[in-house]
């Protein structure tokens, strides 16, 4: 299938692929030559036309199988769709390329634990389709009726479940102009929850719940030095219980001890999209990373961190970022000057959520060390 159509599915493609990878499990055994063709599938219902018999153009490079790929899997609960096309693919995220639809359940689009995904080939590319045929036993039934959660995810949510409650960016304006914590009911200097507070600026009107922060580090873009916005950690939550100037409110819940100083901001909602689909940009990104959730200068998988390129640079959620080691620069034996090494591939992030100017990016593998300030670009397929 091509990749344009591909991206119109969002949330639904990301899941079809899933249940595609799945599949192939059942067995782990390498590949013994050529891949079995795959046996003849019902005709796909209308809205599940956009997936043609060959899933991607033959002008691109065939996706590269991993080494001693299984021929089927079968979706386990805990699995993410990275997790699976990891299994089949050097490289997870183009698990779009090999997937195929097929009219055997009710959404295609969507896989779920005890599926099971088939490896085949087709005109000499490898392809990834729920199993239907008898040779393969199904751990649930064909057709059923699961909630939606129920769903395998593109990548592990505990991963960032912390993020949803960790440092947002807020600009210079909203800090200034932002209610703030005035003191203590009962005159203390810290507080956690359940302590009763004084709040100024707060608007007469509704909303009466907010998130209390406190202004962090900048975040500065390397490229020009200007200011992208501040970080804003997470102090905890707040409830008005009575409006004025200053206003009584109720520190309802607490991650870290409050402060006289904090801020209020509007409660940002603990939504986002999970079920993207993993796919390159169509274009140079030549972004860094600029912080690391938790405050390390080393990164590790399933680390967050954020970049200076948001959705004002092309970036949107899904987008696969190859993360590029900076090169050293070393003597030359029979030179005066230093030598400028290459940048070195040190791992892959997936973005999940962008601003204008700045993006944050869950870390999917790392393959030597990464740091702050190293940089971020689009992914050349692995081709060894």
């Known amino acids: 299938m091509d990749r344009q159509a591909l991206s119109k ?3 639904t493609g990301l ?22 063709a795959p046996a003849a599938e019902p005709a796909a219902e209308p809205m599940q036309t956009m997936a043609a018999a060959e899933p991607y153009s033959s002008a691109q490079p065939a996706p590269v199988l991993r080494p001693g790929a299984p021929l089927a899997y079968v979706v386990k609960r805990g699995d993410t769709l990275w997790d699976i096309a990891n299994h089949f ?18 959404n295609p689009h969507l896989i779920y634990p005890g599926d099971v995904l088939q490896l085949s080939e087709v005109d000499g590319r490898p392809r ?36 949803l409650r960790g440092p947002r960016l807020v600009t210079p304006e909203e800090l200034k102009t932002a209610p703030y914590l005035l003191s ?24 009466w719940s907010y998130a ?12 020009d030095g200007s200011i992208i916005g501040y970080e804003a950690i997470p102090i905890g939550e707040v409830e008005v219980k ?23 901001l509007p409660v940002e909602p603990e939504a986002f999209q999970a079920d993207f689909y993993p796919h390159a940009p169509d274009h140079a990104i030549g972004g860094r990373i600029i912080a690391v959730f938790d405050g390390l200068s080393q990164i590790s998988q399933f680390q967050i961190v ?57 870390v999917m593998s790392v393959t030597r060390p990464a740091h702050l300030l190293d940089k971020v670009e689009k992914p050349l397929p692995t081709r060894y």
């Open 9 to 11: 599915f969002g949330v």
């Open 15 to 36: 899941a079809m692929l899933l249940a595609g990878l799945v599949a192939a499990c059942a067995s782990s055994t390498p590949m013994p030559g050529p891949l079995p």
């Open 89 to 106: 693919l050097l490289d997870p995220w183009q698990w779009p390329e090999i997937w195929y639809v097929n009219g055997q359940v009710r």
């Open 128 to 163: 990834l389709g729920l199993a239907g045929g008898s040779d393969l036993e199904r751990v649930s039934p064909q057709v059923r009726e699961l909630p939606l959660e129920s769903a395998i995810p593109t990548i592990p949510i505990d991963a960032i479940r912390d993020f």
């Open 184 to 207: 203590f009911v009962d005159d203390h200097l810290i507080g956690g929850e359940g302590a009763l507070i004084y709040v100024r600026r707060l608007p007469p009107q509704e909303p």
């Open 212 to 223: 209390l922060v406190r202004p962090g580090e900048p975040y500065k873009d390397p490229d």
């Open 242 to 264: 009575l409006p004025g100037e200053p206003a009584t409110a109720l520190l309802s819940q607490s991650y870290r001890e409050a402060r006289v100083g904090d801020r209020l």
């Open 306 to 362: 954020a970049i200076n390129r948001g959705s004002q640079h092309g970036l949107e959620p899904g987008h696969v970022l190859q993360i590029m080691q900076a090169g050293a620069r070393v003597a030359d034996p029979y030179g005066k000057k230093k030598i400028q090494l290459p940048d070195q591939p040190a791992g892959q992030l997936l973005v999940f959520k962008t601003t204008p100017r700045l993006s944050y990016g869950l």
